[in-house]
């Protein structure tokens, strides 16, 4: 940013707890319209930047997928070189998988795109959006000593912590504090002040890279969550799912599964059919270690592999966006344990 020039943020509201406000004649809780978001959060005056907003048809975060991460991230590129930041009102139930997906479509970000919502609305007298939305337009308009943005990455604003978006979990459906990373640090603590771990946090490598879009995400994908007693029939069942291309598999522990020998050769087929299978585990602390136990390497042996300490959200969608480029599957594979936007510890 140049001089005294204030800090331009844009605003996109796709719906969610914190843009609710009560009906006075019904008393029930109904979008209230972004247009007024001054008159309705006048301390954002107090911030003196220029914000504008765009307002989405509000939904429920449960009805969020691959089309409304198409119309954010496109938003976002429409008005990339318009503005030096971005804030994502969003609902906080599939918040992550938002976060995850956003920062794989929107390639070589190097401009803040925070997102936050609230476990109470924003009309209500003890709400935690408020906060929420003031905090997150600091982030956004924040910068280094050397101008360019602090944060230049997609990531997740909720209460006294930022989050890598695509390493962060929804943790509490009643606390305030309901996102954690639980295998990366924090990008930034939220206190008295904003205090950035500069250390966590990514940067672009050169000035000169610009943003790629890429929207087209495949929905052939699915989370197999593994547990006791699971028969053949089920497994076979799921394994031969119509259509699906890439498979979750939420295992125990550090990666480890099953070792009978019916469920190694299911496995194996669907391996076999072209099938990308990637192994997570259950536990959100930690991740796969595929050759610490016999049984994670047997799978590895089947040829699943290993997603290593990506959370759920980060290995779905990214399986989304890698057979939304038109990767073969074997191509997918090579590129399923590599860092492509912090995604991953290598």
Not at 27 to 47: G, Y
Not at 157 to 170: D, H, M
Not at 269 to 276: F, I
């Amino acid at each position: 940013m140049e001089g005294l020039r204030k800090p331009k943020i844009l605003i996109i509201y796709t719906g969610g707890t914190i843009g609710m406000i009560e009906n006075p004649d019904t008393h029930s809780l109904e979008p209230f319209d972004f247009t007024h978001l001054i008159d309705n959060v006048p301390k954002i005056r107090m911030l003196e930047y220029d914000i504008d907003n765009i307002q989405f048809t509000p939904i429920d975060s449960s009805d969020m997928g691959p089309e409304g991460w198409a119309d954010i991230a496109t938003a976002i590129a429409d008005n990339y070189h318009a503005y030096d930041g971005f804030v994502v009102l969003h609902g906080t139930d599939t918040m992550a998988y938002t976060a995850s997906a956003l920062s794989f479509m929107l390639q070589d970000l190097s401009k803040p795109v925070i997102i936050t919502g609230s476990q109470l609305p924003i009309g209500e007298v003890r709400t935690d959006g408020e906060e929420n939305l003031i905090t997150a337009l600091q982030i956004a308009a924040a910068t280094a000593p050397n101008g360019r943005p602090m944060v230049q990455e997609v990531a997740i604003l909720f209460e006294n912590y930022l989050w890598r978006g695509n390493r962060s979990t929804k943790m509490s459906a009643d606390n305030f504090n309901a996102f954690k990373s639980n295998n990366y640090p924090r990008l930034a603590r939220i206190g008295l002040g904003i205090h950035f771990e500069e250390t966590s946090l990514r940067r672009v490598t050169t000035d000169t890279k610009r943003l790629h879009l890429h929207t087209k995400m495949d929905r052939d994908m699915m989370f197999l969550d593994l547990n006791p007693g699971m028969t053949q029939s089920t497994m076979e069942h799921l394994l031969n799912t119509p259509g699906i291309k890439g498979i979750v598999m939420r295992t125990y522990g550090a990666g480890n599964a099953p070792t009978e020998q019916w469920f190694l050769d299911a496995i194996s087929r669907t391996v076999e059919r072209g099938v990308v299978i990637v192994n997570v585990s259950q536990c959100v602390n930690g991740g796969v270690h595929a050759r610490r136990y016999a049984s994670g390497d047997l799978l590895t042996r089947c040829g699943v592999v290993s997603g290593r300490d990506m959370t759920s959200e980060a290995a779905i969608t990214k399986l989304m966006y890698l057979f939304g480029l038109g990767l073969t599957p074997p191509q997918v594979r090579s590129l399923i344990g590599m860092d492509l936007c912090g995604e991953i510890t290598i």
